[in-house]
């Protein structure tokens, strides 16, 4: 077997896992899994991976860095034959996940189309410049910080301040509000720290009906996510294998 043959199988084999994974999750939680998009979180993994994915039937990939993520882009994108300058291959949606400088927000508004890390005014507006300087609309979500206590270098916005936000980002005219997103503290029970963004997604939507993203649930703890109502997982090792250490 050639090694991309080689890679296929082993990624095919882990997405088979997980996808059962979140099938048996769904099933205990009583929803349907058609609810549940998977994101496969390809960080440190190269452009080859995500097409064997896309080959594998999987839509969206994350990514957290700009400087890793806006070539690896460019490059799925110049696969398309004659793909139209604007509309965004919709086959390949692309989701940043990762902290977001303000200073970056205009690359990558350039390429991302939902960006999940939006926690600070200043952010919301930087990204509504970047999305009309390159002629896109991007769905925007507040990314929520769990954690008792406050760190300032850790992303997210303290769960009081995640509907200014989100009044912010229904605000600019080139961002959609999609919904929130949140990492489960380390250590920490991810149940409870998924019951508190579904608390906070819920009053969201209470004023904004369709923002109706929860974006929870990584390899280790999708199926917390899964019962507190995630519509969106995040998934790197348990599919791509361990990230390599270096770079
Ligand atoms: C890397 C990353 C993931 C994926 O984590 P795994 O444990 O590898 O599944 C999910 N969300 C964010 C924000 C990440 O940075």
Redesign the pocket.
Known sequence: MSELAERRAELAANLALVRTRIELACGQAGRDPHEVSLIV?T?YFPASDVRLLLDLGVHHY?E?RDQEAGPKCAELRADAPAAPAVSSAPELTMHF??QLQTNKAGSVARYADVV?TVDRPRLVSALDRGAQAAGRRLRALVQVDLEPERDPNRGGARPEDALTIAEAVDTAAHLELGGVMA?APLGADPDEAFAALARVARGIQVRFPSASWVSAG???DLEAAVRHGATHL?????ILGS?PHLR
């Open positions: 979180v960080k994350g957290n996940i990762g999940h990492v990584m390899s280790g995040r998934v790197g090792t348990a990230r």
